[in-house]
C-alpha cells in the first residue's frame, strides 16, 4: 500500500498536475517582461506601465472568490483547460493591442484564469493526494511554479533581446495551448463536479471558518508577503549598492537556484516532523534576513544576504499550499480554499507597495526590517495554531 502510494505521488502527478503546472507558470511570468515595454509602446509613462502590470494581480484579486463557483460546477481538471484558454485568449488581447485598454484587459484576463487554474489545482491536489504523502506532492508542486516563475521571464528576455518585446507574447500562447491540450488528454480519476455554490455560500464558509482564515490564513499572508519584500528588495539593495546590474542579476539567480533546490526537502521536513517544522523556521529566518539587510555592503555580502534569504525561504516551499489543503473542511473544500487564497494574494499585492512607501519615509534599511518584525508575528501564529490544525491532522494515521 505504500509503495503504491508513493508511486502515485511521484509519477502519476506529473502530467495531470506537475508539467501542466510549470507550463502554465512560465507562460504566466513569461509575459511579465512584455508588459511595461508594451505599455511604454503604447504611450504610457513610467507610472502607467506599472499600473498597467499590476492589472495582473487585480485579476487574480477579482477572480479568487468566484473561482469557487466555476471549480465546482465543472470541476477541477475541466477548469484548469478552461483557465489555459482563457488564459491564452487574454495573451491574444495582449499581443494585438491597440491601447493600453485593451492591453490592461488582456492582463487581466491572464490573472483572473491563474486564479482558476491555481485554486482547481490546489483542490485536485487536496482531493487525490493521500495526506501521508501531501506536503511532499505540493512541495513538488511549488518547485515547478518556482522553476515557471524563473524559467518564463528568463526565456522572455532572451526573446525580447534577439527578437521584439511584440514577439515574446507568442511564447506563453503557445505554453497555454500545450498546457490545455495535455490535461484534455491525460487519462486521470474523473472529477465529480458538485452543486455550484453562490458568492454568498462562500462568504458563509469564510464566516464559520474564520478562526482558521484570522491565524493560519494570516499567518500564511504574512509569509506572502515577506516573500514579495525579499523579491523587490534584493534588487533595490543592489542598486543602493551601485552594483552592476548584470552582477546583482547574476547573484539574484545563484541564490534562487538554492530556493529550488531545497523544494523536496520542505516536503519531507514537513510530512516526516509536521508542517510547523518548516512554516515557523521560514518565518524566523526570513524575518531575521529582513532585520540584517545592513550587512550588505559590497558584493560579497550582497550574494551572501541573498542567499540566507533563499535558505530561510526554501525551507517553506510549498508550506502555504499544504496548510491550506489541511485546512480546507471536506464540505466545502473550494469554497474555503478560495478565501484562503485570497489572503494569500493580499499579502502579495499589498507588499511592494507598502514597502515602496517605507523606503521613501524611513529608507529602505528601516522599510525591509519593518517586514522583518512582522515575520516574527507569523512566526508565532504559525507555532501556536499549526498544531491545532495540521500537525495533529496530518500524524493520524
Request: glycine share 10%; hydrophobic share 55%; with cysteine.
Amino acid at each position: 500500500m505504500s509503495q503504491s502510494k508513493e508511486t502515485f505521488a511521484k509519477r502519476k502527478l506529473v502530467l495531470p498536475v506537475f508539467l501542466p503546472s510549470f507550463l502554465f507558470s512560465t507562460a504566466e511570468y513569461g509575459i511579465l517582461p512584455s508588459i511595461p515595454a508594451s505599455a511604454i509602446g503604447l504611450g504610457a509613462d513610467l507610472a502607467t506601465a506599472g499600473a498597467v502590470t499590476g492589472t495582473l494581480m487585480i485579476g487574480r484579486l477579482c477572480a479568487e472568490i468566484p473561482a469557487a463557483k466555476i471549480v465546482d460546477a465543472i470541476g477541477e481538471r475541466k477548469a484548469m483547460i478552461w483557465a489555459s484558454i482563457a488564459s491564452a485568449l487574454g495573451i491574444l488581447f495582449s499581443l494585438f493591442a491597440l491601447n493600453l485598454f485593451m492591453l490592461g484587459t488582456g492582463v487581466f484576463i491572464v490573472g483572473a484564469a491563474a486564479a482558476i487554474f491555481g485554486l482547481a489545482r490546489l483542490g485536485w491536489m487536496t482531493e487525490h493526494v493521500p495526506i501521508e504523502y501531501r506536503a511532499r506532492s505540493l512541495s513538488i508542486l511549488g518547485g515547478m511554479f518556482r522553476a515557471g516563475s524563473f524559467a518564463g521571464p528568463v526565456i522572455g528576455a532572451w526573446i525580447i533581446f534577439n527578437y521584439s518585446v511584440t514577439e515574446v507574447f507568442y511564447l506563453p500562447l503557445i505554453l497555454c495551448a500545450i498546457t490545455a491540450v495535455i490535461l484534455l488528454v491525460v487519462k486521470n480519476e474523473e472529477d465529480v463536479p458538485t452543486a455550484a455554490s453562490s458568492l454568498s455560500e462562500t462568504y458563509r464558509v469564510a464566516k464559520r471558518e474564520w478562526k482558521k482564515l484570522a491565524t493560519l490564513g494570516a499567518a500564511s499572508s504574512i509569509l506572502t508577503a515577506l516573500r514579495g519584500t525579499r523579491m523587490v528588495g534584493l534588487p533595490l539593495i543592489a542598486i543602493a549598492l551601485e552594483l552592476p546590474a548584470d552582477q546583482a542579476s547574476l547573484f539574484i539567480g545563484i541564490a534562487g537556484a538554492l530556493d529550488f533546490a531545497l523544494f523536496y526537502l520542505s516536503g519531507q521536513i514537513m510530512d516526516r516532523f509536521g508542517r510547523s517544522f518548516a512554516a515557523v523556521p521560514t518565518l524566523i529566518g526570513l524575518g531575521i534576513t529582513h532585520l540584517i539587510v545592513g550587512i550588505a555592503i559590497d558584493s560579497t555580502t550582497f550574494l551572501l544576504l541573498a542567499l540566507l534569504m533563499s535558505l530561510a525561504n526554501g525551507i517553506g516551499s510549498g508550506v502555504i499550499m499544504v496548510l491550506g489543503a489541511d485546512l480546507a473542511p471536506k464540505d466545502k473544500r473550494n469554497e474555503f480554499l478560495a478565501s484562503y487564497r485570497v489572503l494569500i494574494d493580499v499579502g502579495d499585492a499589498a507588499a511592494p507597495p507598502i514597502l515602496a512607501v517605507l523606503v521613501y519615509s524611513v529608507g529602505l534599511t528601516a522599510g525591509m526590517a519593518a517586514f522583518g518584525v512582522l515575520g516574527f508575528i507569523g512566526a508565532g501564529l504559525m507555532f501556536k495554531y499549526i498544531p491545532v490544525y495540521a500537525v495533529k491532522k496530518s500524524t493520524d494515521r
